[in-house]
């Protein structure tokens, strides 16, 4: 009797351990598959050849450390606006930042990910088929926030690139027409400009460019 009663305790355990473990692993599944940054909003992870990217604009407003980013944008600190200051986009877009806050030591992007760099872009940007047509393998398919015609949107990878404008200290721009994204690299000859990529409505390209601290979307990759 105390034998089959070994047993049975033995068996109890065995399987307790056995929906512990599978609970864990769900667990760990879900946690690879998403990432969450300081203020709790949470992105899909999604692998692009050996890349892994965010699928929407960051819209964090602390940096990594807990320090808040500014609510505004000026040449003199991080900062962070909605565009025309409106939350309702802002929770649709991500938020628009200045190069100020891309470029701070405290980091927008959660730890174990970056504000996408140069060398992130281009690496993308040629495993799509390069500039002339890789915007087109980015954008979000369709014209609910894209302006007509969205040329050549397919999406190939989920991306789900938006359209955000962009904004200064006192106005904001182009929302639905463009999307501007910063990178986390300077220029080696100007290091106050930023180097950003542009995607447009109109067509299926890629541009770089660079800029001073305006207010554009940002995308983040893992470390």
């Known amino acids: 009797m105390r034998g089959i009663c070994r047993l049975r305790l033995l068996t109890f355990v065995f399987l307790s351990a056995v929906i512990f473990l599978s609970g864990c692993s769900k667990d760990t599944e879900e ?8 203020d709790g909003n ?21 940096y990594r450390n807990g320090d808040p980013v500014t609510n505004a944008l000026g040449t003199t600190e991080g900062g962070w606006i909605n565009y025309n ?20 030591a405290r980091g927008l992007a959660p730890e174990g990910w970056h504000v996408a760099t140069r060398e992130d872009w ?8 390069g500039f002339d047509v890789a915007g087109g393998k980015l954008k979000e398919v369709g014209t609910e926030h ?12 989920g991306f789900k690139a938006l359209p955000g404008g962009y ?20 220029l080696d000859y100007d290091p ?15 541009e ?8 554009f979307s940002v995308r983040c990759v893992r470390d």
Not at 48 to 53: A, L, N, S
Not at 146 to 157: C, I, L, Q, R
Not at 193 to 204: E, F, G, I, P, R
Not at 208 to 215: E, I, K, L, R
């Open 31 to 38: 946690e690879k598959k998403t990432v969450t940054d300081y």
């Open 192 to 206: 106050n400009q930023t180097v950003m990529y542009y995607l447009y409505a109109d067509n299926t390209t890629v």
């Open 122 to 129: 281009v690496e993308l940007i040629d495993l799509l088929g």
């Open 85 to 104: 200051n409106d939350p309702a986009t802002g929770e649709i877009y991500g938020k628009l930042y200045n190069s100020l806050a891309v470029l701070d």
């Open 167 to 186: 904004a200064t200290s006192g106005a904001s721009y182009y929302l639905g027409r463009y999307a501007g994204f910063w990178t986390s690299t300077t």
């Open 42 to 62: 949470v992105y899909n992870i999604i692998k692009i050849g050996d890349q892994e990217w965010m699928d929407r604009n960051l819209a964090v407003t602390h």
């Open 146 to 157: 894209w302006d007509e015609p969205n040329a050549g949107a397919s999406d190939e990878y």
């Open 208 to 215: 770089q460019d660079s800029s001073t601290p305006m207010g």
